[in-house]
């Protein structure tokens, strides 16, 4: 799910990249929003109360909303410079780079926050929102754009439109292509839910506080080396295969 690209790429590839990366996403959301009220995996919200500061003329207050933004932009470019440059190189997984710094990134904020009172909770709330614009951008490169983890508000909106063209048949003759879009919508719609309930039992149930991000980074890891192992091994099998019809 992290490798094929192009023409290779399937819809399970997709469904199965969506359910970890919307799982993630739900974990990080709910977990940044309890920790500091603020939202980490988008920044629609932020976007809207930059212009609001702006208008009423509070431009230093406005500053931080600014920087959530740019965190989240900052984080979209670099994923894709880092994805650029390894494509550019000829290298295999080129998404794996991006992946482990989102990991890293999170389990680092989990640990600090057991060691050190955190001071300056806009920063972690930059770092988070730089983690999410990082997944965002490498999940929309692999998949071509199909598939959008952090946040469901154009996903609503395209699940919508697909729902109404399955009412006219006679204009949408691809009837397969539009359930099987509506399928990884739901998928992904599902799966950010499920983490957010996850994210926040975990946080408040179990009292893991900022800890919660460790779940979401082990979560992340473990599909990303299953997929690298499972890769492996489906290309020794085809080499043993290979060798034995040469024999």
């Known amino acids: 799910m992290f490798r094929h690209q192009g023409k290779s790429r399937t ?5 199965r990249i969506a359910t970890v990366l919307s799982f993630v996403a739900g974990i990080v959301n709910v977990t940044g929003f309890l920790s500091f009220k603020q939202l980490t995996t988008n920044v629609t919200g932020h976007f809207a109360l930059f212009i609001n500061d702006v208008a009423n003329f509070e431009f230093w207050k406005g500053t931080i909303y600014f920087l959530y933004i740019f965190s989240f932009l900052f984080g979209s470019f670099f994923s894709s410079l880092l994805i650029e440059k390894y494509n550019e190189s000829k290298q295999l997984n080129i998404f794996t780079l991006p992946t482990i710094i989102e990991a890293i990134i ?8 057991n060691f050190i009172a955190i001071q300056s909770p806009n920063l972690i709330v930059c770092l988070l929102l730089f983690a999410m614009g990082l997944q965002n951008s490498f999940v ?3 998949s071509n754009a199909v598939v959008r983890t952090t946040h469901l508000t154009g996903l609503f909106t395209d699940l919508g439109i697909d729902i109404s063209q399955l009412f006219f048949p006679k204009l949408h003759k691809h009837r397969d292509k539009l359930i ?3 399928k990884l919508r739901i998928n ?3 799966f950010f839910f499920a983490g957010g309930l996850i994210g926040g039992f975990l946080y408040s149930k179990i009292d893991l506080k900022l ?6 980074a082990v979560f992340l890891l473990s599909s990303l080396f299953y997929d690298d192992f499972r890769y492996r091994v489906i290309t020794a099998k085809r080499k043993y295969k290979h060798r034995q019809k040469a024999a």
């Open 11 to 15: 819809l399970k590839h997709n469904l």
């Open 106 to 113: 999170l389990i680092a904020i989990a640990l600090v926050s």
């Open 140 to 142: 929309t490169k692999i």
């Open 180 to 182: 099987a879009n509506i």
């Open 188 to 190: 992904i719609i599902s």
């Open 211 to 216: 800890n919660t991000l460790i779940f979401a």
